[in-house]
């Protein structure tokens, strides 16, 4: 890839950004994502405004999944009548691979980072193509960023 950032989560914006792909190893988490926007401050952007990319490689470093959570919902029906209750329910570790196939050309509603110590915790909020919402939480030493190609916000 052309452009590398390497714990520049801060200078990225995750609003309205589309999963693409998502590969998970040993100690590694990529999670490639679609209209990234790349902050003016981002040590790769050598413009002044606000630009975005496609193809952005998301790696988490030394990563681990802590939790993945399906979000409770409430079910109405076409007259606005509560219909049933979806609790949350946490997904056992043997059903993330059933389950993170569905992240794909998914929305991502947030993703966030927080410092735990010598650690973080990224926070992936996902609109999936089962119809529910996901929280993915992966605890990791740090994160890179690495893309091909800026594009103008206007395109």
Same mark, same amino acid.
């Given at each position: 890839?052309?452009?590398?950032?390497?714990?520049?989560?801060?200078? *990225?914006?995750?609003?309205?950004?589309?999963?693409?792909?998502?590969?998970?190893?040993?100690?590694?988490?990529?999670?490639?994502?679609?209209?990234?926007?790349?902050?003016?401050?981002?040590?790769?952007?050598?413009?002044?405004?606000? %630009?975005?990319?496609?193809?952005? %490689?998301?790696?988490?470093?030394?990563?681990?999944?802590?939790? *993945?959570?399906?979000?409770? %919902?409430?079910?109405?029906?076409?007259?606005?009548?509560?219909?049933?209750?979806?609790?949350?329910?946490?997904?056992?570790?043997?059903?993330?691979?059933?389950?993170?196939?569905?992240?794909?050309?998914?929305?991502? *509603?947030?993703?966030?980072?927080?410092?735990?110590?010598?650690?973080?915790?990224?926070?992936?909020?996902?609109?999936?193509?089962?119809?529910?919402?996901?929280?993915?939480?992966?605890?990791?030493?740090?994160?890179?960023?690495?893309?091909?190609?800026?594009?103008? *916000?206007?395109?």
């Amino acid at each position: 890839m052309k452009y590398t950032t390497e714990n520049e989560f801060e200078h *990225l914006d995750f609003t309205e950004t589309y999963v693409k792909d998502i590969e998970q190893g040993n100690d590694y988490f990529h999670i490639w994502l679609d209209n990234v926007k790349i902050l003016p401050e981002n040590s790769c952007n050598r413009d002044i405004r606000k %630009m975005r990319t496609n193809n952005l %490689m998301f790696t988490i470093h030394d990563a681990g999944i802590v939790s *993945l959570i399906r979000e409770g %919902m409430k079910v109405y029906d076409a007259d606005g009548n509560p219909k049933s209750d979806l609790p949350e329910e946490v997904i056992p570790a043997e059903e993330y691979g059933e389950i993170l196939p569905l992240f794909l050309e998914g929305c991502a *509603l947030e993703i966030t980072k927080e410092q735990r110590g010598e650690r973080f915790l990224y926070t992936f909020a996902v609109d999936a193509s089962d119809e529910s919402t996901y929280d993915l939480c992966i605890e990791g030493s740090g994160d890179s960023q690495h893309w091909d190609k800026f594009l103008s *916000l206007d395109a």
